[in-house]
Structure formats: C-alpha cells, structure tokens
C-alpha cells in the first residue's frame, strides 16, 4: 500500500463547479498534512495546510479524519485558473523534516 | 522576502560535464531541501540541509553532491550524469514543516 494515495483523475469539470479531492495515508501517527498545487512544469505552491479541525481559505476547504486516515479538499465556484495538479503531502511520525506526497490529482476546469 | 530562488533555470549537459545548481533563500529558514521531478510524478527528496548541515542523503549516487556554504546558499554539484538524470530539479526551504519551493532548475542530460 502507498503512504499517500490519491485518484490520479483527471477530474474534468465546468467553470462555477463544486469539487472534491480525498487523499488516504498509511502511517496513523502522522503529524502535518498539507495541500499543494502545482501547475505545468511549474514547482509545487503551498496551497494549505490541514489542521484537525478543518480549515477554510476563501473557496477552498481542507478536512483531516485522523480516525479513517484520510485528508479532503473541496473547491467551490471552480474557475478557469484552478486547473492545475493537486497535491497531498503528509509529513510522516518521526521525520521531521520529510513530507511524503502523493501522485497528485489532475484538476481540468472548463467553459 | 518569501521567495527560494534557483538558478539556472535550465541546464544542458553531456555526460562528462561538470555542472552547479544554486539556490537562495533569504527567509531564514533553518531547512533546506534538493527533490527531483520527473515528468507526472511527485517530487523525490535528495537531501536535506538542517542548521548547514547536511541531515538527510536518500541514498543519492555520488555524481550529485550537494553543499550549503551558509544558512541562505544550497549548491547542487554535478558530475558524470547520466541521461536519466534530466529531470527538473527543485530546492526547498523550511523553519517548520511546511516547505517552500523555488522555480526549479530543469536539467537535461545529453
């Protein structure tokens, strides 16, 4: 089983769309899990962080289940500009400064 | 300043080359990371520099070898490269868990 699994997509939806991305890690002592975006031969951008109790930044929510082991992020009011890679990042029980990431989910938001 | 800049942006190389990544960051960052990507995968972590010193190899071949010459500088030193090392290579910096990441430097080997 991977660390940080996540559904390759694509997830193709249409502009104004709400979507939504799960993510599952392994290690259950797991400490910091972030979301990152990255676009096309671009370098990985801080999208956020997820804090066990859920954290909202304009359109985008993130949620932690630590007891299903599991990270969401939920984009309302899709435009254009969020198509890109999304991807999950878990910072593993005992490695301090190592993130393990995910494949990414590939987001394609049209007209 | 919130930005880890790398340079070159790209890199041409043959196989007998001699060659440096660089990378800055003026957060002051305690952390400073070197990952390669290759194409529709994660970034893979190389090595990791804690307090100028280097804390973390994930087993990297020899013909990459790294150097932090301060708190704000990480060097990427290549030699004999293969061509299945051509791969973006991406530096990062951190004071928590949290990484930031610079433009990366795409490398192609010839």
């Known amino acids: 089983r991977k660390e940080v699994e996540q559904d390759p997509g694509p997830f193709n939806v249409p502009e104004g769309a709400t979507v939504a991305f799960n993510c599952t890690y392994s290690?259950?002592?797991?400490?910091?899990f972030f979301w990152y975006r990255q676009d096309c031969r671009k370098e990985p951008k801080l999208l956020m962080s997820v804090y066990s109790s859920g954290n909202e930044d304009g359109r985008f929510t993130a949620q932690l289940n630590r007891a299903s082991q599991y990270i969401s992020l939920l984009i309302r009011d899709s435009k254009l500009s969020d198509s890109a890679t999304y991807l999950c990042?878990?910072?593993?029980?005992?490695?301090?400064?190592?993130?393990?990431f995910g494949t990414g989910t590939r987001l394609q938001v049209t007209l | 300043d919130t930005e880890v800049t790398q340079t070159p942006k790209h890199l041409v190389m043959g196989m007998t080359n001699k060659k440096s990544l660089k990378c800055e960051q003026h957060m002051g960052h305690r952390a400073m990371y070197w990952y390669k990507q290759k194409a529709k995968k994660p970034p893979e972590l190389m090595f990791v520099y804690s307090y100028e010193k280097l804390s973390i190899n994930e087993s990297v071949p020899s013909r990459f070898s790294p150097e932090c010459p301060n708190s704000s500088l990480l060097n990427l030193h290549l030699h004999a490269l293969q061509p299945e090392d051509s791969a973006l290579y991406l530096c990062?910096?951190?004071?928590?868990?949290?990484?930031?990441f610079g433009p990366g430097t795409r490398l192609t080997v010839l």
């Open positions: 990062a910096s951190s004071q928590t868990s949290e990484q930031f």
């Open positions: 990042v878990v910072n593993m029980a005992g490695t301090a400064s190592k993130l393990t």
């Open positions: 290690n259950s002592a797991s400490q910091s």
